[in-house]
């Protein structure tokens, strides 16, 4: 909780340079949606999948959260009135899950723990939320930044209260390990600032559903970041596991490719 809170609170101010003008004509509708953003996509959903963790394996949780795209997409048919999924999508979907099952799963035994899996699977379906919400922010026509920057502050008002619930303190001394500093810079500025706003942006351009379905390209880039970063060797199942999750990618958006073909 120590970790989330820091690295958003850095993510905040990498934001406000870079766009400090302020925000303005924000109705209570508004606002009210920006609240439900911070507290899913900032608080709930980290604090789901971190709690999770200490209560089950990380490839359980790697695999539940992989079901984020089928939330999304049926969310948004729900509350956006976007047209349905087609066969594809969903084909695509147990194809990838299968992939992602023997990439998580590759070299260790499948152990379930109800209480971190059920964890891990509200986690997914608060992410699907925050995509949603996200989608009818874009539609105002604020910058990206601006946005992100304002459902942060909105997701650290909701993590204050945990602070206080898991007896957290601020240990500045902490900051003098330049390993420990390094690491929670990378996750202010990278993982968590750039990678909201181009998340944002992309569900702006793209549309809910199509950005969720490139959340299976997550564990396929682990692995090759692990073979040319780490010199991790690669298993044969692993390899499948790859093989499938971008074939799950590509059926779940054959529709659209072909659409671009066509257009061609």
């Given at each position: 909780?120590?970790?989330?809170?820091?690295r958003?609170?850095?993510?905040?101010?990498?934001?406000?340079?870079?766009?400090p003008?302020?925000?303005?004509?924000?109705?209570?509708?508004?606002e009210?949606?920006?609240?439900?953003?911070?507290?899913?996509?900032?608080?709930?959903?980290?604090?789901?999948?971190?709690?999770?963790?200490?209560?089950?394996?990380?490839?359980?949780?790697?695999?539940?959260?992989?079901?984020?795209?089928?939330?999304?997409?049926?969310?948004?048919?729900?509350?956006?009135?976007?047209?349905?999924?087609?066969?594809?999508?969903?084909?695509?979907?147990?194809?990838?899950?299968?992939?992602?099952?023997?990439?998580s799963?590759?070299?260790?035994?499948?152990?379930?723990?109800?209480?971190?899996?059920?964890?891990?699977?509200?986690?997914?379906?608060?992410?699907?939320?925050?995509?949603?919400?996200?989608?009818?922010?874009?539609?105002?026509?604020?910058?990206?930044?601006?946005?992100?920057?304002?459902?942060?502050c909105?997701?650290?008002?909701?993590?204050?209260?945990?602070?206080?619930f898991?007896?957290?303190?601020l240990?500045?001394?902490?900051?003098?390990?330049?390993?420990?500093?390094?690491?929670?810079?990378?996750?202010?500025?990278?993982?968590?600032?750039?990678?909201?706003?181009?998340?944002?942006?992309?569900?702006?351009?793209?549309?809910?559903?199509?950005?969720?379905?490139?959340t299976?390209?997550?564990?396929?880039?682990?692995?090759?970041?692990s073979?040319?970063?780490?010199?991790?060797?690669?298993?044969?199942?692993?390899a499948?596991?790859a093989?499938?999750?971008?074939?799950?990618?590509?059926?779940?958006?054959?529709?659209?490719?072909?659409?671009?073909?066509?257009?061609?």
């Amino acid at each position: 909780v120590e970790i989330l809170f820091i690295r958003f609170l850095l993510g905040l101010a990498a934001l406000c340079l870079a766009c400090p003008r302020r925000m303005k004509g924000v109705t209570r509708r508004q606002e009210l949606i920006f609240a439900g953003a911070g507290l899913c996509g900032v608080c709930l959903y980290y604090l789901l999948e971190n709690i999770a963790l200490t209560y089950t394996l990380a490839s359980n949780v790697g695999v539940i959260l992989s079901v984020i795209p089928f939330f999304t997409a049926v969310l948004s048919h729900l509350f956006l009135k976007e047209e349905r999924p087609g066969g594809g999508f969903y084909l695509g979907f147990v194809v990838a899950m299968a992939g992602i099952s023997l990439i998580s799963f590759s070299g260790s035994r499948l152990e379930l723990n109800p209480v971190g899996d059920l964890l891990s699977l509200l986690a997914a379906m608060v992410w699907a939320c925050y995509v949603i919400l996200t989608r009818k922010i874009s539609a105002w026509g604020w910058n990206t930044i601006l946005t992100t920057r304002r459902t942060f502050c909105w997701g650290i008002l909701w993590m204050v209260p945990a602070l206080f619930f898991f007896d957290c303190r601020l240990g500045l001394e902490r900051f003098a390990n330049p390993v420990y500093l390094g690491n929670l810079l990378f996750l202010g500025f990278g993982a968590s600032a750039l990678c909201f706003v181009t998340w944002n942006l992309a569900v702006k351009l793209l549309g809910p559903v199509k950005t969720s379905v490139y959340t299976y390209l997550a564990p396929v880039i682990t692995i090759a970041a692990s073979v040319l970063i780490l010199h991790e060797p690669i298993t044969p199942l692993a390899a499948l596991g790859a093989a499938l999750t971008l074939a799950g990618l590509l059926l779940s958006q054959g529709k659209d490719l072909l659409k671009k073909e066509r257009a061609k």
